[in-house]
């Protein structure tokens, strides 16, 4: 059997080459970039204090919980198929609003004239309506 060497603080001032697994059993700070070329996988949590981009997907079995925005270049999806819910519907039409609130809550998605759009429910009139708004 090969013994494995163990350090209690390990620095590295240049570039670090690892060719099979990282294993980080405690925290691991990355305080610039922390390029990954393969797959990650994050057994536990992840907390990203700055900026983190994905270049491909993302796949996450829980919820993805951002405190700002969450951005896609592309489309923010759903794998589940929708189910509708018990008892019948009303017909609702979808609310435009020229102008609106600059912090407006919502998901937001690029209309085809380029612009920014927020897509929200609006419940003024007591009955909940899709609404749109530029962003």
Request: glycine share 12%; net charge negative.
């Amino acid at each position: 059997m090969i013994a494995v060497p163990t350090f209690d603080n390990v620095l590295v001032t240049g570039n670090q080459l690892i060719q099979q697994d990282l294993h980080v059993n405690g925290n691991e700070t990355v305080q610039v970039n922390l390029n990954v070329n393969g797959s990650q996988t994050i057994q536990g949590d992840l907390q990203i204090n700055g900026n983190q981009s994905i270049v491909n997907s993302l796949a996450t079995g829980a919820d993805v919980d951002a405190g700002g925005s969450l951005w896609s270049n592309y489309r923010v999806g759903v794998s589940n198929q929708p189910v509708l819910p018990a008892g019948g519907f009303s017909l609702q039409q979808i609310r435009f609003f020229a102008t609106g609130a600059a912090s407006q809550a919502g998901l937001m998605l690029k209309g085809t004239d380029g612009l920014d759009y927020v897509l929200f429910i609006d419940v003024s009139s007591g009955t909940p309506s899709l609404a749109i708004q530029p962003a």
